[in-house]
C-alpha cells in the first residue's frame, strides 16, 4: 500500500510540473528555454535538455511553442530511422515537437500518435498542430504504463526523458510490447545510469528516490544493466543502449546549485547519469 501511494505521489508531481512548464510556454514565460529541471517558478536553463538537442532545420516549421516545451534529453526522431507509411507512438509526448516531426517522417500514408497525462501539455500540442498543419497526428490523454490502443497497432514507439519518469517501468515496456507489431521497433531517449568504473562512488538512495528529482528527469533513471533486463523480461531483442551525453552537475541543475536538487548532487554522482538511446526490437510472430 505504501508502494502504491509513493507511486501515485510521483505521478502527481510530475504532471504538476510539467502542467507548470506548459502554462510558462503558453505564457511565453520561460525567456525563450525551458528544461525538465528546475521548478515552476525558476526553471533551470541547460543546453544538455529541450530544444538545444534539435537541428535548427528540424524546427523551421514548428510554431515557437513547440520548441519552447520540450523537455526532453535527446532526439529520438533523428535516431529512430523512420519510413515513409509507418505508424509511431510518442509516450509523454507534451507539447508535441517530436510527434509533429515523426508526421512529417512517415508521410500522408503514416501516422503519429502522442500519449500524455497531462491536460495543458494536450492543450498546447493540439495548438501546435494546429499552427503547423500536420493532419496525420492524434493525441490521446492517458497514461504510459496502460496505453489506450490495441495489440500489434504501431510500427515504431519513441519517447523523449519520459520513461525513466514512470514508477512502473516493467508496466510500460509490456504495454510497449503489446502495442507493437511484430519486427515492430522501440526506439527511445532516456536518462539512463551507466555502469560504474573502478572508484566511482555509488548513487545515493535518497536521491534515487527523491520525488522532485522525479520530475527533474534525474532520479527514477536505471541502471542501464537493469534496463536491459526489463526490456528481455517484457520481449524485446535487439537491446542496445548508446550513450549520448555523460551529464555534469551544471547539465541538471544550472545555477541552481542551492536548491535540494544540488545539495544531493556532486559532479562525480551527476556523471553517472547519462542521457542514452535505447533501441529494441519486439520479434517477429
Not at 3 to 10: A, C, F, P, R
Not at 44 to 62: I, Q, S
Not at 153 to 158: G, H, K, T
Request: hydrophobic residues 40%.
Amino acid at each position: 500500500m505504501e508502494t502504491q501511494q509513493l507511486d501515485e505521489n510521483i505521478r502527481e508531481q510530475v504532471r504538476e510540473r510539467y502542467a507548470g512548464a506548459a502554462k510558462q510556454v503558453t505564457n511565453s514565460a520561460v525567456n525563450g528555454k525551458a528544461s525538465c529541471c528546475g521548478t515552476d517558478k525558476s526553471v533551470t536553463v541547460t543546453e544538455a535538455f529541450g530544444a538545444a538537442l534539435y537541428d535548427k532545420t528540424d524546427l523551421a516549421d514548428l510554431p515557437d511553442t513547440a520548441a519552447l516545451a520540450s523537455l526532453g534529453c535527446g532526439n529520438p526522431t533523428a535516431l529512430a530511422e523512420l519510413r515513409p507509411g509507418e505508424t509511431v507512438l510518442d509516450l509523454g509526448s507534451g507539447g508535441g515537437i517530436d510527434v509533429l516531426l515523426s508526421a512529417k517522417r512517415v508521410g500522408a500514408t503514416g501516422k503519429a500518435y502522442g500519449l500524455d497525462m497531462t491536460d495543458e501539455m494536450l492543450a498546447l500540442a493540439h495548438e501546435n498542430q494546429r499552427q503547423a498543419g500536420v493532419e496525420n497526428v492524434e493525441f490521446l490523454k492517458g497514461h504510459i504504463e496502460d496505453i489506450p490502443l490495441s495489440d500489434a497497432s504501431v510500427d515504431v514507439i519513441i519517447s523523449n526523458c519520459v520513461v525513466n519518469l514512470s514508477p512502473d517501468k516493467d508496466a510500460v515496456l509490456r504495454e510497449s510490447f503489446r502495442v507493437l507489431r511484430p519486427g515492430g521497433r522501440l526506439a527511445i531517449s532516456d536518462v539512463v545510469i551507466r555502469d560504474a568504473e573502478p572508484g566511482e562512488p555509488p548513487i545515493p538512495n535518497q536521491v534515487r528516490r527523491d520525488i522532485e528529482l522525479w520530475a527533474g528527469c534525474i532520479a527514477g533513471a536505471l541502471e542501464a544493466q537493469e534496463y536491459r533486463d526489463k526490456l528481455a523480461a517484457a520481449g524485446f531483442t535487439d537491446i542496445e543502449i548508446e550513450e549520448v551525453h555523460r551529464y555534469s552537475l551544471a547539465d541538471v541543475c544550472g545555477k541552481n546549485t542551492a536548491t535540494q536538487e544540488g545539495q544531493l548532487l556532486t559532479d562525480a554522482i551527476a556523471s553517472r547519469f547519462i542521457s542514452a538511446f535505447v533501441r529494441a526490437v519486439k520479434p517477429q510472430a
